[in-house]
């Protein structure tokens, strides 16, 4: 009796799989949020504020990705967010004006515009679906631009059942 041998087409298939869980920012994700900074939970007071900004350990924040805010229904300038952002930075890996998903998308559109795209010139590529942390829709979306002008065909999924997305034309 003749053994039967299982050949592996996915490795024979020449897929580049591409997983956006590598592009995760392992820092920690903070909200800074400037109700806690309001005179009667309604005002910002310069002076009170210009005080606080010296006087506060910035240290808190180093290493850490920070979304800038404001919970309340309050009118806040502009220049008060700006400010907040001069403190900061020093010490934070990056800072946003959002929530904590803006914070995430920034941090994936930070890590994908640094890819060198032209290793996938001619790919078949795979976008991994699966992953251990949350990966923003965003990033989907923006790796699937970047991908389109240098890829020969852009699928979703895992290399064993995946869904085409796009194919390039045959000229």
């Not at 240098?150 to 979703?156: E, G, N, P, T």
Request: charged content about 25%.
């Amino acid at each position: 009796m003749e053994e039967e041998v299982i050949i592996n087409r996915v490795s024979k298939s020449g897929l580049v799989s591409l997983d956006l869980e590598d592009f995760y920012h392992p820092g920690d994700r903070v909200v800074y949020d400037l109700k806690d900074n309001l005179y009667m939970g309604l005002i910002l007071r310069e002076k009170d504020f210009r005080e606080f900004l010296k006087s506060h350990d910035w240290s808190y924040y180093t290493n850490k990705n920070v979304a800038i805010t404001c919970t309340e229904d309050a009118i806040i300038p502009t220049w008060a967010f700006m400010l907040l952002a001069v403190h900061l930075e020093p010490y934070a890996h990056l800072i946003v004006f959002g929530t904590l998903t803006d914070l995430e998308n920034k941090l994936y559109d930070e890590a994908i515009s640094k890819i060198d795209f032209s290793q996938y010139e001619g790919a078949k590529v795979v976008v991994k679906g699966c992953s251990k942390v949350s990966v923003p829709t965003t990033a989907y979306v923006e790796i699937t631009r970047r991908l389109k002008p240098v890829a020969q065909s852009i699928m979703f999924g895992e290399p064993c059942s995946t869904v085409p997305l796009y194919k390039k034309p045959r000229v």
